[in-house]
Nanobody, 127 residues
Framework: EVQLVESGGGLVQAGGSLRLSCAAS????????IGWFRQAPGKEREGVSC????????YYADSVRGRFTISTDNANNAVYLQMNSLKPEDTAVYYC????????????????????WGQGTQVTVSS
C-alpha cells in the first residue's frame, strides 16, 4: 500500500523559505510520477511541481518556477520541495501525491491523474 506523509509546513514571512518533505512507503522509486499540489481555501487543488523518478525530469507551474525546487532522495524514498521567495499567495495546504509512470508528470496540472495522496501540510505566508 502506497503511503505518503508530508512534513515541513509552517508560518513564514513573505520572502522567506520552507522545505517540505514527503516520506514515501509501499513502493520503490523505479518509475513513478511524484508531485506536489496545493489547495487554498475556496480554490481548486492545483499542481505545483512534479518529478519523474525514472529520469529525474522536473516540471513546475508557472507561478512557482524559479522559486521552488523539487528533488528526490531515491535511497530513502523521500521527495522534497524547497520553496524560496515565498509570497502570501503561496498560502495553502500542500499535498504530496504519487502515481505509477513518470510520464504522468506531463499531466501534473490535473490532480485527478494521481491516485495516492498524503494528508497535507499547511503553509502560511504572512505579508
Amino acid at each position: 500500500e502506497v503511503q505518503l506523509v508530508e512534513s515541513g509546513g509552517g508560518l513564514v514571512q513573505a520572502g522567506g523559505s520552507l522545505r517540505l518533505s514527503c516520506a514515501a512507503s509501499g513502493f520503490t522509486f523505479d518509475d513513478y510520477a511524484i508531485g506536489w499540489f496545493r489547495q487554498a481555501p475556496g480554490k481548486e487543488r492545483e499542481g505545483v511541481s512534479c518529478i519523474s523518478s525514472s529520469d529525474g525530469h522536473t516540471y513546475y507551474a508557472d507561478s512557482v518556477r524559479g522559486r521552488f525546487t523539487i528533488s528526490t532522495d531515491n535511497a530513502n524514498n523521500a521527495v522534497y520541495l524547497q520553496m524560496n521567495s515565498l509570497k502570501p499567495e503561496d498560502t495553502a495546504v500542500y499535498y504530496c501525491a504519487a502515481e505509477r509512470g513518470g510520464v504522468r508528470c506531463f499531466y501534473f496540472s490535473d490532480y485527478l491523474q494521481f491516485g495516492s495522496w498524503g494528508q497535507g501540510t499547511q503553509v502560511t505566508v504572512s505579508s
